[in-house]
């Protein structure tokens, strides 16, 4: 029997403005949670102690600076989204994030059909052992046919041409594999059209708060070539030490674009939760729904304290959504 997963307290916004109200709101809190950070980058390798959603028990999270970067002031950042490794799972910050999000908040059951744009990692094989019915693939280069297998069994899959019928998903994972796809609107139609009515879609990608539009930093052409228009930036791709190209960093339109290519609404959910070891800075994840639209603004805070938020108005998110979100 699977073990009991809870909520992660989140905050939603619709726009930029209300994430400009959230920061003012939240100004004090956040100002620590940045002094925190420069002080942990001073140590560069230590481990901090949470509950682990996916491990079901408290555990362990490794901090080294292994993808840590100097700004223009030669000050060094820790890249606390991709690390703060479980020593149980292996799972990263926004994994072990991504997993309660999808178990805890969003509270599919067993038995949903759910989509994962990945196969080969971790991430899927924790969320199989969940989801007898999780259908995963990865953008394969040996020739396999879209919608096949290969010979490892790994299936291949075209995010801007899926080959699943209309409706075929409750629920589509997609974590750090839009920013890799030049025509990523396609991406965004494709998932929609292979979600079932008010299915679920949760989503992370480069994400920066500041910017209202994408920065776009390199572009496909017509005749498959590319053009660079910032120096080129690669991704860890499990299946190529090559890595893979970043075509974007995404800003506030992207909930337009979802909301514009068959979604009812889109928003952007921040977390940050001392109690499960998703700390360091604040991490963007997109909901969104195909479904009726999501139209009150839900405020969990950055506590962990249960709801600790203020209660949609009546009309607007059901009282069974507001539990979910905030918990």
Not at 48 to 65: K, L, P
Not at 159 to 174: K, Q
Not at 209 to 217: C, I, M
Not at 263 to 288: E, H, K
Request: charged share 20%; net charge positive; hydrophobic share 40%.
């Amino acid at each position: 029997m699977p073990h009991e997963i809870g909520p992660l307290g989140v905050f939603t916004c619709s726009n930029q403005s209300e994430y400009t109200a959230f920061v003012a709101r939240h100004a004090r809190m956040l100002a620590r949670v940045a002094a925190n950070e420069a002080e942990a980058a001073k140590r560069g390798h230590f481990h901090t102690t949470g509950w682990c959603a996916v491990c079901g028990t408290r555990s362990q999270f490794i901090m080294d600076d292994s993808s840590s970067w100097l700004d223009a002031n030669g000050d060094r950042h820790l890249n606390w989204r991709e690390r703060l490794q479980c020593v149980g799972c292996g799972l990263n910050n926004r994994m072990r994030a991504a997993f309660q999000l999808m178990c805890g908040n969003l509270r599919l059951e067993p038995s949903r059909r759910i989509y994962l744009t990945e196969q080969t990692t971790r991430f899927y094989k924790a969320l199989r052992r969940r989801f007898p019915k999780v259908v995963g693939s990865e953008y394969l280069r040996d020739n396999t046919a879209n919608g096949a297998s290969n010979f490892a069994g790994i299936r291949h899959e075209d995010v801007t041409a899926l080959s699943f019928p209309d409706g075929s998903f409750d629920c589509i994972g997609s974590f750090d594999v839009l920013e890799h796809v030049s025509d990523f609107y396609r991406a965004i139609a494709e998932f929609a059209r292979c979600l079932a009515p008010d299915g679920w879609l949760l989503l992370s990608a480069p994400f920066n708060p500041q910017f209202a539009r994408h920065q776009v930093r390199a572009v496909s052409l017509p005749d498959a070539t590319i053009h660079h228009i910032l120096p080129p930036e690669y991704h860890g791709d499990p299946l190529s030490s090559e890595g893979v190209l970043c075509f974007y960093h995404f800003g506030w339109s992207l909930l337009d674009d979802f909301r514009s290519l068959g979604f009812s609404d889109a928003r952007m959910a921040l977390v940050y939760s001392t109690r499960n070891g998703n700390t360091g800075r604040l991490l963007y994840f997109v909901i969104a729904r195909r479904g009726r639209p999501l139209r009150a603004s839900v405020d969990g805070g950055l506590a962990d304290a249960k709801g600790g938020g203020r209660r949609p108005a009546n009309g607007s998110w059901s009282r069974a959504l507001w539990d979910r979100l905030t918990g």
